[in-house]
């Protein structure tokens, strides 16, 4: 059974596509093309497994985060 898409409280939504995918023994890294330029997220390879997650793909990066930083010399 296929369901839609999933409702979350993270207003943070950005649509790309799959650029890149590094693989690892646990870790992969997922690189997203958006606009206007991308985004690089770390998960676990079973998760990229169980998404089943292809370059080309179209995804949504999702940012829930409780602070944001920025630093200066």
Same mark, same amino acid.
């Given at each position: 059974m296929r369901r839609g898409p999933v409702k979350l409280s993270a207003h943070n939504q950005l649509t790309g596509t799959i650029e890149?995918?590094?693989t690892g023994a646990v870790m992969a890294e997922i690189t997203v093309s958006i606009q206007p330029g991308t985004v690089? #997220? #770390?998960i676990t390879d079973s998760?990229?497994?169980n998404l089943n997650l292809r370059e080309g793909d179209q995804v949504t990066v999702v940012i829930k985060s409780t602070e944001v930083m920025i630093g200066k010399e």
């Open positions: 890149h995918i590094k690089t #997220a #770390a998760s990229r497994e």
